[in-house]
């Protein structure tokens, strides 16, 4: 890979006492599709959140374009676009609102048109656009936060399980996206439990099992990664 | 910056769209005004009617026909003080002092007509004078509208959001605290409104202006309480009763214990008991109607030898004024002598009550603020002493008119058909102008320095706590 987007180094995080991340190592290039696969409670929010400053690691490094967690939290999170794992935006705002406010708070002034044209990308039905977003159903708000995250124009998108919630047309929609923004230079590191979603889009996959990557599968030839062999991974991983 | 104030913004386009924190506001900017607006009125015409009350006391005095000058000592007449302008914020001590004093010979009255006495029907609204609202009712409103502020978007999660847009923590915790202190603000413009009104009747600027900033710095204060409390709370309902709590606190019990304390360690004698250690000092000085009495018999052999006669009838003078000179002096002595106690212990109680500020950022304006409104003890302290000058002016004159104008023959015998012991009206002139001027501006300012020193303290205290909050503010 040309050079490290994203690196973790030696990477442990202790929650509650726990080890909940222990000692990872990957690194992820630039235009690169990372996906981090794991069963519950594996620790993939919790690595997702490392790099987001908003957990501590008790050793090693996590940093972002060459800046560390510990030392450019701010900098990092201005060139970051977060998709949390639950979507928290504001139910008295309206869709559109929510883009808007979030933005402006990110320092970024997005005309209504651009802000359309990222509702249409996610295909979030037209009507709910200026309704409430205590309105909106699970997979509407989960659009409204991928709309959300896109319009940052980040170059780094950390995404906590993007498709949970979308119907099968909007993962199919959702997953070409990610495609075109990986060609375009996007760097994307997202975790999952969907296998077949991380099949389609990833370049490379680390299966995460307490903490600790047990397995990487990479593309070869350009043909997606194999999904019955993640998948046989997977399920002996969780068995064992 | 920026983020700042969209996060200001924000939280204001929420309030607008859960109304609850806009009727809340709206009450009480709607109360303040109806306050200013109630008080003003209610200010002025007790003034207008004090001020014809006295006009008519002072004409009927001057009318009065020719007399027995020691019945007129007994007429009296009465004295006021105009309120003081921005006393239609804060009324402060006048509210239970009142403003007017009846000058008669040998008492010294306490004065009259206090606001609280009067009231009934509409002028029981001027209770709630803007002061009390702005000093404790705006404390619960800015609760009300902003316990949540930062506790729902903690319990929501999009605090985090918010975070990981690259917006750091302090501009997060001040776009709250803006759109906090604006809500004050908005309560506090019915009193800035009428604090410019008060300078244009002829209050120092500079006293207005210190008086509002004070309220400004009260309302930075308790927005920073808020935001401190919201801060440290992981969720809306701790947030709300720690407020709940907090105001309780330093609003009700501190203010009441800061006079409890200083009543207990300065205890003053009650009223009964101060009249009857009076009486007993004045039963000494025997009584100035009689000029028998055996206490004036010293002033009697003084003054027979002074013009050289062996009788009181002898004398140049009307002994019998000369007794009710005299003992009006010894008398008033004493009356002063009590006063000055008395006035010094309530002094003493203030000022130990108005430590409590250290303590209660509600005891700081409200010193503070009787202070700049000319409403504070001290004040009324020094009308009660002008007015007591005037009296025993008044009542001296009266007594001289007594010893010169009035024959000693005449007056002994006054009780006879055939004698008739008055002297001519003309010398009921004697009534000299009374008027209380206000402290000046630097006097006043000067006097509450410690004061707004202990809302700097306050607005110090909590602006750390909130730095300490937002460290350990969970993420
Ligand atoms: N704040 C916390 N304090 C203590 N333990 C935590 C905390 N957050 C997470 N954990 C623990 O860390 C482990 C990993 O949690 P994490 O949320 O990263 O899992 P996950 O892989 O994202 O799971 P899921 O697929 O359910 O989202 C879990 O065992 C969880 O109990
Ligand atoms: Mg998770």
Redesign the pocket.
């Known amino acids: 890979m040309p050079d490290q987007v994203v690196a973790a180094s030696s990477l442990c995080v202790k929650?509650?006492q726990?080890d909940?991340i222990d000692n990872l190592n990957f690194t992820i290039g630039r235009g690169e599709v990372f996906a981090l696969l794991?069963?519950?409670?594996?620790?993939?929010?919790?690595?997702l959140k490392t790099f987001l400053g908003a957990v501590s690691p008790s050793s090693g490094t996590a940093s972002v374009m060459g800046l560390s967690v510990d030392a450019d939290i701010n900098t990092i999170r201005s060139k970051v676009a977060y998709l949390p794992?639950s979507v928290m935006l504001y139910g008295h705002l309206t869709g559109i609102e929510n883009i808007e406010y979030f933005l402006s708070l990110a320092g970024i002034k997005q005309a209504q048109p651009e802000i359309e044209e990222a509702l249409t990308k996610v295909s979030l039905q037209t009507d709910a656009w200026h309704k409430n977003l205590s309105h909106y159903s699970k997979g509407m708000r989960q659009k409204t936060a991928i709309a959300l995250a896109l319009l940052r124009e980040a170059p780094v998108l950390l995404l906590d399980?993007p498709t949970s919630g979308l119907d099968p047309r909007a993962i199919d929609e959702f997953n070409q996206l990610i495609t075109t923004l990986a060609n375009s230079g996007s760097t994307i590191f997202m975790?999952t439990?969907d296998v077949y979603g991380a099949c389609q889009v990833a370049h490379r996959i680390g299966l995460?099992d307490k903490g600790k990557i047990v397995g990487m599968f990479e593309r070869k030839n350009n043909a997606h990664i194999d999904i019955e062999e993640v998948h046989a991974a997977f399920s002996q991983g969780k068995i064992k | 910056m920026n983020a700042t104030k969209q996060i200001m913004l924000d939280e204001w386009r929420y309030w607008q769209r859960t109304k609850l924190a806009t009727t809340v506001i709206f009450i009480g900017v709607v109360l303040t005004l109806a306050s200013v607006v109630v008080n003003t009125i209610e200010v002025r015409q007790a003034a207008d009617e004090r001020k014809h009350f006295q006009q008519v006391s002072e004409s009927r005095f001057l009318e009065q026909p020719d007399r027995h000058p020691h019945r007129m000592v007994h007429y009296g007449h009465y004295v006021f003080r105009a309120p003081s302008p921005l006393s239609m914020i804060e009324p402060g001590v006048d509210a239970y002092t009142g403003t007017s004093i009846f000058l008669e010979g040998h008492r010294q009255n306490s004065a009259t007509f206090a606001d609280q006495r009067q009231s009934s029907g509409l002028t029981r609204f001027s209770s709630l004078s803007p002061a009390f609202l702005m000093q404790v009712l705006v404390p619960l409103l800015m609760i009300l509208v902003g316990y949540a502020c930062i506790t729902r978007e903690k319990e929501a999660g999009t605090l985090n959001i918010m975070l990981t847009q690259g917006v750091k923590k302090r501009e997060v915790l001040t776009g709250k605290f803006l759109a906090l202190v604006g809500s004050g603000l908005l309560v506090l413009l019915p009193l800035a409104l009428a604090s410019i009104w008060a300078s244009v009747t002829g209050e120092s600027i500079i006293v207005t202006t210190g008086f509002v900033v004070g309220y400004f710095l009260y309302i930075l204060i308790w927005g920073a309480i808020v935001l401190w409390v919201s801060t440290f709370s992981s969720r809306k309902n701790t947030s709300f009763a720690s407020l709940i709590c907090l105001w309780i606190a330093l609003c009700i019990l501190i203010p009441r214990i800061s006079s409890s304390t200083a009543a207990s360690i300065v205890p003053s004698p009650g009223k009964l008991e101060a009249d009857f250690a009076v009486l007993e000092e004045l039963r000494k000085l025997g009584d100035g109607h009689n000029a028998s009495d055996p206490a004036f018999n010293q002033l009697k052999a003084n003054l027979l030898a002074k013009h050289n006669v062996n009788d009181i009838a002898d004398l140049p003078v009307n002994f019998r004024g000369v007794v009710a000179e005299y003992s009006e002096e010894k008398l008033t002595k004493v009356l002063n002598q009590f006063a000055e106690i008395r006035m010094q212990e309530e002094v003493s109680q203030a000022e130990i009550a108005r430590h409590f500020g250290w303590l209660s950022p509600t005891v700081s304006i409200r010193t503070f603020s009787m202070m700049m409104a000319g409403t504070n003890l001290e004040t009324h302290h020094r009308f009660l002493r002008e007015a007591e000058a005037l009296r025993y002016e008044f009542i001296q004159s009266l007594n001289h008119v007594h010893q010169h104008k009035l024959d000693y023959h005449t007056d002994i015998n006054r009780y006879r058909d055939d004698v008739v012991a008055r002297v001519d009206a003309g010398n009921w002139n004697i009534l000299s102008s009374f008027s209380f001027e206000p402290q000046p501006g630097m006097a006043r300012l000067h006097q509450s320095l410690l004061y707004s020193l202990q809302l700097l303290f306050w607005c110090i205290v909590t602006l750390l706590l909130i730095k300490r909050a937002s460290r350990r503010m969970e993420q």
């Open positions: 929650l509650a726990n909940v794991g069963g519950n409670g594996a620790g993939k929010s919790t690595t794992e399980e975790v439990h995460l």
